[in-house]
Protein backbone atom coordinates (compact mmCIF):
# COMPACT_ATOMS: atom_id res chain seq x y z
CA UNK A 1 0.00 0.00 0.00
CA UNK A 2 1.96 3.41 -1.22
CA UNK A 3 1.41 5.95 1.28
CA UNK A 4 2.89 9.33 1.39
CA UNK A 5 3.30 12.19 4.48
CA UNK A 6 4.56 15.01 4.79
CA UNK A 7 5.55 17.41 7.47
CA UNK A 8 7.45 19.88 8.15
CA UNK A 9 5.24 22.89 7.44
CA UNK A 10 4.75 25.97 9.72
CA UNK A 11 4.24 29.39 10.32
CA UNK A 12 7.13 31.88 8.98
CA UNK A 13 8.05 35.07 8.20
CA UNK A 14 9.09 36.56 4.95
CA UNK A 15 12.86 35.71 4.21
CA UNK A 16 12.99 32.66 6.64
CA UNK A 17 13.55 28.73 5.77
CA UNK A 18 12.06 25.74 6.08
CA UNK A 19 12.57 22.04 6.00
CA UNK A 20 9.61 19.95 4.24
CA UNK A 21 10.02 16.00 4.86
CA UNK A 22 8.19 13.34 2.86
CA UNK A 23 8.11 9.88 4.29
CA UNK A 24 7.08 7.32 1.89
CA UNK A 25 5.99 3.62 2.22
CA UNK A 26 4.68 0.75 0.15
CA UNK A 27 7.23 1.72 -2.15
CA UNK A 28 11.19 2.84 -2.75
CA UNK A 29 11.70 6.10 -3.59
CA UNK A 30 14.82 5.40 -5.19
CA UNK A 31 12.89 3.70 -8.19
CA UNK A 32 10.87 6.52 -9.02
CA UNK A 33 10.78 9.98 -10.02
CA UNK A 34 9.20 12.22 -6.75
CA UNK A 35 7.64 15.48 -6.36
CA UNK A 36 6.08 18.35 -4.59
CA UNK A 37 3.20 20.32 -5.46
CA UNK A 38 1.66 23.03 -3.65
CA UNK A 39 -2.22 24.59 -3.46
CA UNK A 40 -2.08 28.56 -2.33
CA UNK A 41 -5.34 29.31 -1.02
CA UNK A 42 -8.49 29.65 -3.39
CA UNK A 43 -5.83 28.38 -6.45
CA UNK A 44 -5.13 25.32 -8.38
CA UNK A 45 -2.36 22.91 -7.81
CA UNK A 46 1.13 24.18 -9.24
CA UNK A 47 3.79 21.90 -9.62
CA UNK A 48 6.88 23.28 -7.52
CA UNK A 49 9.89 20.24 -8.09
CA UNK A 50 10.70 17.16 -9.32
CA UNK A 51 13.57 14.72 -8.23
CA UNK A 52 14.51 11.25 -9.95
CA UNK A 53 14.48 8.68 -7.56
CA UNK A 54 17.32 6.46 -9.19
CA UNK A 55 19.50 10.01 -10.46
CA UNK A 56 19.26 12.47 -7.75
CA UNK A 57 21.21 14.34 -9.86
CA UNK A 58 17.97 14.85 -12.24
CA UNK A 59 16.10 17.66 -10.55
CA UNK A 60 13.65 20.27 -12.01
CA UNK A 61 12.10 23.19 -10.55
CA UNK A 62 9.14 25.62 -11.13
CA UNK A 63 10.86 29.00 -12.27
CA UNK A 64 9.16 30.51 -8.94
CA UNK A 65 11.28 28.82 -6.87
CA UNK A 66 14.44 28.04 -8.93
CA UNK A 67 17.16 29.04 -6.84
CA UNK A 68 15.62 28.88 -3.46
CA UNK A 69 14.32 25.48 -3.09
CA UNK A 70 16.07 22.08 -2.84
CA UNK A 71 14.83 18.86 -3.31
CA UNK A 72 16.39 15.91 -1.99
CA UNK A 73 16.53 12.41 -1.48
CA UNK A 74 17.48 10.29 1.86
CA UNK A 75 17.14 6.51 0.14
CA UNK A 76 18.04 4.51 3.24
CA UNK A 77 15.47 7.00 5.14
CA UNK A 78 12.99 6.65 2.06
CA UNK A 79 12.30 10.01 2.43
CA UNK A 80 11.91 13.22 0.08
CA UNK A 81 12.91 16.44 1.55
CA UNK A 82 12.09 20.00 0.36
CA UNK A 83 14.65 22.62 1.54
CA UNK A 84 12.90 26.20 0.86
CA UNK A 85 14.71 29.19 1.32
CA UNK A 86 14.40 32.86 1.37
CA UNK A 87 10.37 32.27 1.44
CA UNK A 88 8.01 34.64 0.68
CA UNK A 89 4.83 35.68 1.25
CA UNK A 90 3.46 33.95 -2.53
CA UNK A 91 4.89 30.58 -0.93
CA UNK A 92 2.15 30.28 1.56
CA UNK A 93 0.09 27.17 0.71
CA UNK A 94 -0.44 23.49 1.40
CA UNK A 95 2.70 21.59 0.08
CA UNK A 96 2.01 17.95 -1.28
CA UNK A 97 4.54 15.07 -1.99
CA UNK A 98 3.74 12.81 -4.91
CA UNK A 99 4.88 9.83 -6.42
CA UNK A 100 6.18 10.27 -10.08
CA UNK A 101 6.00 13.97 -11.74
CA UNK A 102 9.44 15.15 -12.81
CA UNK A 103 7.90 17.44 -14.81
CA UNK A 104 5.24 19.82 -14.66
CA UNK A 105 3.38 17.36 -17.48
CA UNK A 106 4.24 14.33 -16.01
CA UNK A 107 1.44 12.19 -14.42
CA UNK A 108 1.24 11.62 -10.49
CA UNK A 109 -0.10 8.40 -9.44
CA UNK A 110 0.50 8.99 -5.59
CA UNK A 111 0.10 12.17 -3.28
CA UNK A 112 0.02 12.74 0.53
CA UNK A 113 -1.98 14.51 3.06
CA UNK A 114 -0.45 17.39 2.93
CA UNK A 115 1.46 20.13 4.88
CA UNK A 116 0.77 23.47 5.54
CA UNK A 117 3.24 26.12 5.15
CA UNK A 118 2.21 30.37 5.66
CA UNK A 119 4.50 32.94 5.71
CA UNK A 120 4.20 36.67 6.73
CA UNK A 121 4.97 39.60 5.26
Known amino acids: QVQLVESGGGLVQSGESLILSCEAS????????MSWVRQAPGKGLEWVSG?????????NYAESVKGRFTTSTDNHANTLYLQMNALKPEDTGTYYC?????????????RGQGTQVTVSA
Open 51 to 59: INGGRADIK
Open 98 to 110: ARDGLTPTTPRDY
Open 26 to 33: GFMVENWA
